[in-house]
């Protein structure tokens, strides 16, 4: 059974950084694109940045550059996205998705970890 | 950034109801646009790609039509299981963007 399973929920303070974990298992990660997306409190769903194997490179959304990594371990087929500077209005539920279909169509979803960020 | 609306916002619906969702973007993004529904307190679900593509495991009762920039997601006959958020998203430009949502509840 293919899934991923994401890391559990954080409470951090503003100015704090943060690491989120997606494990994939049933598939192998370098097969597939890989995303961050994020979703604040009864709002809409925001794309953070990902990695498609046709671009070869990690993208970041513009609004995060600077702020954001996402790395990746092939051999345990996980990724993670660390968010640095933390505000108050990135209080929100992250989420790691994954792609077989077509460029940038996020097929697979973890269950989302809520992040909360107090001052 | 491309920007995406929906419309309606929000719909109420019965069981067996034929409902039809609309997505616009605000350039022209061919046929890269897909379609999730959510639930509460659950992750997104892919319904839809590349404007028209069933996601293998839905229920035929989903389809998706357009190309450019207006596209429509079709419900054919409601069901109880269909209550929830659909979220249209382009896969065209970066950065990818979605849009607000289109909650449909129980009339």
Same mark, same amino acid.
């Given at each position: ?39 604040? !409190? ?10 498609? !194997? ?66 | 950034? /491309? ?26 993004? /061919? ?74 509840? /129980?009339?």
């Amino acid at each position: 059974q293919v899934q991923l399973v994401q890391s559990g929920a954080e409470v951090k303070k503003s100015g704090a950084s943060v690491k989120v974990s997606c494990k994939l298992s049933g598939y192998t990660l370098s097969a597939l694109s890989r995303h961050w997306l994020r979703q604040a !409190p009864g709002k809409g769903l925001e794309w953070m940045g990902g990695f498609e !194997p046709e671009d070869g490179q990690m993208i970041y959304a513009e609004k995060f550059q600077g702020r954001v990594t996402m790395t990746e371990d092939t051999s345990t087929d996980t990724f993670y996205m660390e968010l640095s500077s933390l505000k108050s209005e990135d209080t929100a539920v992250y989420y790691c998705a994954t792609g077989r279909t077509t460029y940038a169509t996020f097929d697979m979803w973890g269950q989302g970890t809520l992040v909360t960020v107090s001052s | 950034d /491309i920007q995406m609306t929906q419309s309606p916002s929000s719909l109420s619906a019965s069981v067996g109801d034929r409902v039809t969702i609309t997505c616009r973007a605000s350039l022209n993004i /061919i046929t890269y646009l897909n379609w999730y529904q959510q639930k509460p307190g659950k992750a997104p679900n892919l319904l839809i790609y590349a404007a028209s593509t069933l996601q293998s495991g839905v229920p035929s009762r989903f389809s998706g039509s357009g190309s450019g920039t207006d596209f429509t997601l079709t419900i054919s006959s409601l069901q109880p299981e269909d209550f929830a958020t659909y979220y249209c998203q382009q896969s065209h430009t970066l950065p990818f963007t979605f849009g607000p949502g289109t909650k449909v509840d /129980i009339k």
